[in-house]
């Protein structure tokens, strides 16, 4: 769909600064030559702008094709990710859209069993609207790529760890295999799991990385972003037609909040990682089966920590019982019920019910995905809080047996209604 000779003018604001510092120094340091000294990247909130002349065209001239923040969140990004070319879209989604618009007619993709439910559902309107083939297969075993990988093949879609089963790929052990065998095949990761701070996949073999972010980078659940990292110019280039040829760059307000967001990843992300290692061994001293890389039991522990720095703030766990699941949900007071994750309050969800219930169930009978599974994606509050709440839920959900908190919580309920009831009064 992309064959025309590509672009105009995909030249950054200000050129690519190489990594210098440790990747938590870069992360709060943004690049800013504003003429007037200003401390934070001005939002450049125009759509088009004046040229000198009416046959040179400056730096800028409309702001689909380019604008000012745009650009220096778009290099920042590019710096810590490790990539020749970063850019900023309207959403995860929208990353994932532009980056399939790479693959023509014919051409095949294969992808993991385990994907985000919107990349399944786009993946999905490629096979019947696009003439373009999906393979998925158990990204947890390597060698199961290799029957599918043809001249047909143009993009291999990874996630590690997935949502919300936690599985992990061998990142580079697959980018060899496409490497080796199809030379116009793109390795592409979502890494919107770990985030930059925690994982690199450019560094680790991929074409392209994109990420959400909704989630990690921006941290606030205010605004709605897609990045994409391309490992060299060329790739950048192609990735720079399609955003300017369908407009989905983000605009300056949106570009402004991510630059803001992004800057305190690497603390938000410390946190909320110290406090889901925290999560994740409280119920496994409970006896719940857990799904978190963090996890000493987890199968692919070694695995995950050679890709990647931190575990990260997302994990899941079973209660052998869907409907003790729904109650634990329903009882946590801290822990928003929310799809979603990435934010710095605690989030609880049941994925069968809510983010993954697009899923035919015999596809996530399929997949083993459990239906009583409860995701929990940990946020910066005070843990000991978080873990008070949680217990307290799991013990009036009956998941847990404490005679004394359940009566406590019985007596709580009853004055509660006491206390309604009078106000009535
Ligand atoms: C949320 C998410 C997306 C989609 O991002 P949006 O910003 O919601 O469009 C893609 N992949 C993963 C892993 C996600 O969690």
Request: hydrophobic share 35%; proline share 5%.
């Given at each position: 769909?992309?064959?025309?000779?590509?672009?105009?003018?995909?030249?950054?604001?200000?050129?690519?600064?190489?990594?210098?510092?440790?990747?938590?120094?870069?992360?709060?340091?943004?690049?800013?030559?504003?003429?007037?000294?200003?401390?934070?990247?001005?939002?450049?909130?125009?759509?088009?702008?004046?040229?000198?002349?009416?046959?040179?065209?400056?730096?800028?001239?409309?702001?689909?094709?380019?604008?000012?923040?745009?650009?220096?969140?778009?290099?920042?990004?590019?710096?810590?990710?490790?990539?020749?070319?970063?850019?900023?879209?309207?959403?995860?989604?929208?990353?994932?859209?532009?980056?399939?618009?790479?693959?023509?007619?014919?051409?095949?993709?294969?992808?993991?069993?385990?994907?985000?439910?919107?990349?399944?559902?786009?993946?999905?309107?490629?096979?019947?609207t696009q003439n373009v083939k999906t393979?998925?297969?158990?990204?947890?075993?390597?060698?199961?790529?290799?029957?599918?990988?043809?001249?047909?093949?143009?993009?291999?879609?990874?996630?590690?760890?997935?949502?919300?089963?936690?599985?992990?790929?061998?990142?580079?052990?697959?980018?060899?295999?496409?490497?080796?065998?199809?030379?116009?095949?793109?390795?592409?990761?979502?890494?919107?799991?770990?985030?930059?701070?925690?994982?690199?996949?450019?560094?680790?073999?991929?074409?392209?990385?994109?990420?959400?972010?909704?989630?990690?980078?921006?941290?606030?659940?205010?605004?709605?972003?897609?990045?994409?990292?391309?490992?060299?110019?060329?790739?950048?280039?192609?990735?720079?037609?399609?955003?300017?040829?369908?407009?989905?760059?983000?605009?300056?307000?949106?570009?402004?909040?991510?630059?803001?967001?992004?800057?305190?990843?690497?603390?938000?992300?410390?946190?909320?990682?110290?406090?889901?290692?925290?999560?994740?061994?409280?119920?496994?001293?409970?006896g719940f089966k857990v799904h978190y890389?963090?996890?000493?039991?987890?199968?692919?522990?070694?695995?995950?920590?050679?890709?990647?720095?931190?575990?990260?703030?997302?994990?899941?766990?079973?209660?052998?019982?869907?409907?003790?699941?729904?109650?634990?949900?329903?009882?946590?007071?801290?822990?928003?019920?929310?799809?979603?994750?990435?934010?710095?309050?605690?989030?609880?969800?049941?994925?069968?019910?809510?983010?993954?219930?697009?899923?035919?169930?015999?596809?996530?009978?399929?997949?083993?995905?459990?239906?009583?599974?409860?995701?929990?994606?940990?946020?910066?509050?005070?843990?000991?809080?978080?873990?008070?709440?949680?217990?307290?839920?799991?013990?009036?959900?009956?998941?847990?047996?404490?005679?004394?908190?359940?009566?406590?919580?019985?007596?709580?309920?009853?004055?509660?209604?006491?206390?309604?009831?009078?106000?009535?009064?």
């Amino acid at each position: 769909m992309t064959s025309e000779t590509p672009p105009l003018d995909t030249t950054p604001a200000s050129p690519i600064t190489q990594r210098k510092y440790r990747i938590a120094t870069e992360i709060v340091t943004v690049d800013n030559a504003d003429e007037h000294g200003a401390a934070s990247v001005p939002i450049y909130q125009t759509a088009t702008f004046k040229q000198k002349s009416a046959t040179q065209m400056g730096e800028y001239d409309y702001s689909r094709s380019g604008n000012p923040t745009r650009s220096h969140l778009e290099n920042h990004l590019a710096k810590i990710m490790g990539a020749a070319r970063a850019y900023a879209v309207t959403s995860g989604m929208s990353a994932l859209d532009v980056i399939t618009r790479l693959v023509k007619s014919g051409d095949e993709i294969i992808a993991g069993d385990d994907l985000y439910g919107g990349t399944n559902r786009l993946l999905s309107f490629l096979a019947k609207t696009q003439n373009v083939k999906t393979h998925h297969i158990d990204t947890t075993n390597s060698q199961s790529i290799i029957p599918h990988l043809s001249v047909k093949t143009r993009l291999v879609l990874l996630e590690t760890p997935t949502n919300p089963l936690i599985k992990i790929c061998d990142i580079p052990a697959i980018a060899k295999l496409v490497h080796a065998s199809c030379p116009n095949a793109l390795v592409v990761v979502d890494n919107t799991m770990m985030s930059p701070y925690l994982q690199k996949p450019l560094e680790l073999g991929a074409d392209i990385s994109y990420h959400s972010g909704t989630k990690y980078l921006s941290g606030h659940h205010d605004l709605m972003a897609g990045v994409i990292g391309c490992k060299t110019d060329a790739i950048g280039e192609q990735i720079y037609y399609v955003i300017n040829a369908t407009g989905c760059g983000l605009g300056p307000f949106d570009s402004w909040l991510l630059i803001r967001g992004v800057k305190t990843l690497s603390v938000r992300m410390d946190r909320q990682q110290a406090n889901a290692q925290r999560v994740a061994q409280f119920l496994e001293d409970y006896g719940f089966k857990v799904h978190y890389p963090g996890s000493r039991s987890h199968p692919q522990y070694e695995l995950h920590h050679k890709m990647a720095k931190g575990p990260g703030a997302v994990l899941s766990f079973e209660t052998g019982d869907v409907g003790t699941s729904e109650r634990i949900v329903e009882a946590t007071k801290l822990w928003g019920i929310s799809v979603s994750f990435g934010c710095v309050n605690s989030l609880i969800s049941m994925p069968c019910r809510m983010s993954h219930a697009s899923i035919p169930a015999h596809i996530r009978a399929e997949r083993a995905l459990p239906e009583d599974l409860i995701r929990l994606c940990v946020g910066i509050e005070d843990v000991e809080d978080l873990l008070e709440d949680l217990y307290a839920a799991l013990v009036s959900a009956g998941a847990l047996q404490d005679q004394a908190l359940e009566e406590k919580l019985n007596r709580l309920a009853l004055d509660g209604r006491d206390a309604v009831a009078k106000r009535k009064d």
